[in-house]
Each structure stands twice: as C-alpha cells, then as structure tokens.
C-alpha cells in the first residue's frame, strides 16, 4: 500500500492481547497513514476506546492525553499479582470477610483526590528507561507517589469475591494501582480481573470500529470514518479570522482577539468559504491572541472529512 498524508481521528475499539501500539500500526497500515500517535495507552489485557491521531491531528493528542476517562473494571478480591493484573503471577491469597457495606464504603474513601503509587510494571521512566525493565530484570525502581483525581467510583454488581466497578478519573490513573489500592483498604488485597475504556475526552466507545471491521472494508471507506483533526478540541471555543490575521498567525506573530473571546485556549479558523481549521491558539488577559499548535492549512492538505466551527 502508498502511505499517504491522511489527516483525522480514528476511534478504535481495542481487543484484548495486543498492545496499544500494535493496535495503532495496525489501524496506520490499513489506512495508509504517513504520521499517527494515540490519546492514552492501554494495557494489553484491557480493552475499548483508544483515540488514534493521524497526521496534522497528531498535533493534538496532547488534549487527549490530559482528558478524563471512563472505565468498566473487574476486580477480584483476595489475590494480590505481581503486575497488579490478570497477567501477574500470584503472590498471595488471603481469605476475603467483606460484606457489601464495607465495599461501598471503601469504594467512597477513594472519590476526590489521592496519592497514587504508579505499578512497577508501567511505562513511566527512571534515569532514562521505563519501570517494566527494570520490574522483568527484577530490579526495583524508585516509584514516587502520584496525586490522582477520581470523580467517580460506582458499584455495578458483585458475584463473591469479584466485583465490577465504573470509574472516571483525571489524568495519569491506573486502575491496576487503584485495584491494588481497594484491596489493601479492605486488608483481603486485590487485582484487576478486566478492564474496559468506554469513554475519553467526549468520545465514546459505542462510536469506536473494530479492527476486524476496518480489515474488511475498502480503503475508502476506513478513510471516511476519520473525524477532523480538530475532533479532540470541540469542547474549546472557537475564532474565525480574517484572511489577512490568519497569516500574520501562521508566520508565528501575535494579532488581536475577536472581541467576546474568553481567555485560554481556542479552535481556531480562517474565515473563508469553506471555513478551514488552523490550529490552537490562546487568548490572553491582554487581548491577544497567540499561536500554539497550527496545521498546515496553506499545503494542500485537506482533513478526510471536513469540521466545523460549532
């Protein structure tokens, strides 16, 4: 296949067993995609909602990066694992004397804000190279506790010693931790038995494709399931711009703000027919209006399925 210049957002539905890079080479290829990153790993265990980026849109992965997400967790009681997962070798099991009220209340004393330690076998690095090296040589790692935010952690149901929980949180959570963390509260100790991502940033997984389907489909039609490159900046305010402050902006100059914009970051775009996105810009206090991300609008390029400044 030619790999081409292909710009937008493709949500996927991520399998279990493969990795999230994987996934992504997987999803490049059959598009044909020069450039593509993605908005937030998951396990190989894991399945669900994984935002790939592909050319000019990778520019903002970050936004999808920093975005909330929401997961359906298995969590199974009284066995602790060395990764902290379904994949870990078991390191002990404990008799589990926990009723429901106890679970509840445990569940309630993680909403809000705490000190997360991140799992030896992340991806998060020490002096250069990540903690799973070390953690698969058997070397121990400096981890330093991390402050997460989790909005909300719901009981879904409970068979015995394993529950389901739904979870939304901030930045930077794992749940392995999080599983780790329940089972340490309630003295029985715990793992994550399965973990599903069913929403990140305004995307949901209900929207997302299958490999499996994508394989199956022509070229044409994988390209047109591609949202916008400026898909993970919709919740942000936009600015239309004259013909003439669009190109001061695109040579890295500062211009004026259309008056009524907040401060902080907007979509911008140039305000012609048909109205084509530019970037990311940021209104400051003082009223100017300043370049941050841009595309490259004046290429040629063109996203697969055209935006809209809503």
């Known amino acids: 296949m030619t790999f081409a210049n292909i710009d937008g957002v493709l949500l996927l539905d991520k399998p279990a067993g493969i990795t999230s890079n994987a996934a992504?080479?997987?999803?490049?290829?059959?598009?044909?995609?020069?450039?593509?990153?993605?908005?937030?790993?998951?396990?190989?265990?894991?399945?669900?909602?994984?935002?790939?980026?592909?050319?000019?849109?990778?520019?903002?992965?970050?936004?999808?990066?920093?975005?909330?997400?929401?997961?359906?967790?298995?969590?199974?009681?009284?066995?602790?694992?060395?990764?902290?997962?379904?994949?870990?070798?078991v390191i002990e099991r404990r008799p589990v004397a926990v009723d429901d009220s106890e679970l509840s209340a445990a569940l309630a004393s993680f909403v809000g804000g705490y000190e997360q330690l991140p799992p030896a076998f992340s991806a998060l690095k020490y002096r250069g190279r990540p903690l799973y090296e070390y953690a698969r040589a058997g070397q121990e790692a400096p981890r330093v506790p991390r402050r997460v935010e989790i909005s909300e952690l719901v009981l879904d149901g409970r068979e015995s010693d394993l529950f389901r929980v739904?979870?939304?949180?901030?930045?930077g959570t794992y749940i392995r931790s999080l599983a780790e963390d329940i089972g340490a509260r309630l003295g029985c100790g715990a793992h994550l038995a399965g973990l599903r991502r069913l929403a990140s940033g305004g995307f949901a997984v209900a929207d997302a494709v299958t490999l499996q389907v994508l394989e199956a489909e022509a070229l044409e039609a994988r390209r047109a399931r591609l949202l916008p490159p400026e898909s993970p900046l919709l919740?942000?305010?936009?600015?239309?711009?004259?013909?003439?402050?669009?190109?001061?902006l695109l040579q890295g100059q500062r211009t004026g703000a259309v008056a009524g914009t907040p401060v902080g970051l907007v979509r911008l775009y140039v305000d012609a027919i048909p109205r084509r996105f530019m970037g990311l810009g940021e209104v400051t206090a003082a009223g100017e209006l300043l370049p941050r991300r841009l595309i490259a609008v004046e290429s040629g390029r063109r996203p697969t399925r055209a935006g809209s400044a809503s």
């Open 166 to 171: 739904t979870v939304t949180c901030g930045k």
């Open 24 to 89: 992504l080479q997987a999803a490049r290829r059959m598009l044909g995609a020069r450039k593509a990153g993605h908005g937030g790993t998951l396990d190989p265990l894991a399945t669900g909602l994984l935002t790939l980026s592909f050319g000019e849109a990778t520019k903002f992965s970050g936004m999808l990066l920093e975005a909330a997400k929401t997961y359906a967790a298995e969590i199974a009681l009284g066995v602790t694992t060395s990764t902290g997962d379904a994949e870990g070798a």
């Open 235 to 248: 919740s942000l305010p936009h600015v239309a711009l004259p013909a003439e402050a669009a190109a001061c």
